[in-house]
């Protein structure tokens, strides 16, 4: 049990790091894709329903989200 969480620890830092030389777009098309995919879960779980389809549902309507708003601004 401990190396899976430590694997995940590992993954998440390695993943943040690849995040340093984005451009706006791309940092507000990430920044929605997790703000949506938070949301879908929490969602989910609240009326419980399958998390990850619900995390992967509000990560996709997260990220188009925060491209449209980029485009727009």
């Given at each position: 049990m401990k190396t899976k969480h430590l694997i995940a620890t590992?993954?998440?830092i390695l993943s943040l790091?690849?995040?340093?030389n984005m451009n706006h777009t791309q940092q507000r098309t990430?920044?929605?894709?997790?703000?949506?995919?938070g949301i879908?879960?929490?969602g989910t779980v609240m009326t419980g329903g399958c998390v990850s389809c619900g995390a992967a549902v509000g990560a996709a309507v997260?990220?188009?989200?925060?491209?449209?708003?980029?485009k727009t601004k």
């Open positions: 590992a993954i998440c790091s690849a995040c340093s990430l920044s929605g894709a997790g703000i949506g995919a879908g879960a929490v997260g990220a188009g989200a925060g491209y449209v708003y980029d």
